[in-house]
């Protein structure tokens, strides 16, 4: 009996480690990437989710470039203060203030998208937006458990 209650924790770490260094697989890959490949991903990607047109793709395209240059930026700002030993945990107004930040860039991504979608890709974008939003919750909660 100990010796199968022995295995399954083993098969079950196991399990674990491997989805851990998959997901971390696929955040350094798009790490190297430029911010014009990521743009140019993310709007085949939309491409084939929301059957976009030439002109529809044209303004995914710049709309995708301007959110992945200011990832890079932000990404490369954190990395350097973490690199030079500035890196503090931020206060709670600090947090507000990167919380708002951060819906306004939301707020205003929604906005453009409305702008540039019919009706109905719309709908199926926010669909879309919603489950991956949703999804990406349950990982990070469950990540806090595993850690």
Do not use: C
Request: aromatic content about 2%.
């Amino acid at each position: 009996m100990k010796k199968i209650v022995v295995l399954a924790m083993l098969l079950a770490g196991a399990t674990a480690m491997a989805q851990e260094g998959r997901k971390n697989h696929h955040r350094a890959a798009m790490k190297d990437l430029t911010p014009e490949q990521i743009a140019t991903l993310h709007t085949k990607k939309m491409t084939l989710a929301l059957d976009l047109n030439e002109a529809q793709q044209k303004q995914i395209q710049v709309l995708s470039l301007e959110n992945a240059k200011l990832r890079k930026a932000k990404m490369e700002e954190r990395k350097a203060k973490k690199e030079s030993g500035e890196s503090k945990k931020p206060t709670s107004e600090e947090r507000y203030v990167m919380q708002l930040e951060r819906l306004d860039n939301q707020i205003a991504h929604k906005a453009e998208m409305k702008a540039i979608l019919s009706p109905e890709q719309y709908e199926k974008w926010e669909k879309l937006h919603f489950h991956k939003r949703k999804h990406r919750g349950k990982e990070r909660n469950h990540d806090k458990r595993g850690k």
